[in-house]
């Protein structure tokens, strides 16, 4: 015996089940691109205040005492950060077209720095310390994970904004937030740091980007995932 369902309970069912929904339902804010920068840019501020109200500011770099690596390496910083937030943002907002190059071509730029470091070492007379170790005040290797304790602000506003959008590429957007905050945190902190040698800047101050894009790509994705 064949028992075929009524039209009239299916019917019934999908009105009630679209009607549960819709009662369910709550109006949300869209996410835009400017919102995400704001979030991504007061991050950044509040972990360079941050900084300097725990380690102190380095007044001396206006002094005219900060090296022109000081300089450079601090401004690719911020170039990388910027291309990479401005990549991230797009990524919770879904669209055809093509992506961004912007953080891959500042990435390469700023590994520029750590290869001119590593040639230094085996350049450069030890007597004039290139390293910049000598610092009674700052351990060597402090400022790497200063720099990644600053990152994880930055870090955190990429990942409450992009759980508010909608980013398709998981693997992408956690690439673009370990750069994000690694190279933002690195210069939130870096303005605090008085060795400004080549070998220092290079290794010390560009490895948190590195590392916290590794960190990103794997535990970003999981925290965003739909």
């Known amino acids: 015996m064949n028992m075929r369902p009524d039209p009239d309970n299916l019917t019934g069912s999908r009105e009630q089940l679209i009607a549960q929904l819709s009662e369910q339902a709550r109006p949300v804010q869209r996410v835009t691109e400017l919102h995400g920068l704001g979030m991504i840019g007061l991050a950044a501020v509040i972990a360079g205040i941050g900084s300097i109200l725990i380690f102190g500011f380095w007044i001396a770099q206006f002094a005219s005492e900060a090296s022109a690596f000081y300089w450079i390496l601090n401004g690719l910083l911020l170039v990388l950060g910027f291309a990479s937030a401005a990549a991230l943002v797009s990524t919770a907002l879904p669209r055809v077209g093509a992506r961004s190059n912007g953080p891959k071509w500042s990435a390469a730029m700023l590994a520029v720095v750590p290869f001119a470091a590593l040639v230094s ?25 200063r720099s990644m304790a600053a990152g994880l602000i930055v870090g955190l ?54 590392v916290s894009a590794v960190i990103g790509r794997l535990v970003v994705p999981p925290l965003i995932r739909w």
């Open 157 to 210: 506003a990429g990942v409450l904004y992009l759980r508010r959008g909608a980013p398709v590429s998981l693997e992408r957007s956690g690439w673009l937030t370990g750069l994000a905050a690694g190279s933002l945190g690195a210069f939130a902190y870096g303005i605090t740091c008085p060795l400004d040698s080549l070998g220092h800047l290079g290794i010390i101050h560009v490895l948190p980007v590195a």
């Open 121 to 145: 070492l085996f350049t450069v007379d030890p007597a004039h310390g290139a390293l910049g170790m000598h610092n009674p005040e700052l351990q060597y290797w402090e400022c790497a994970w």
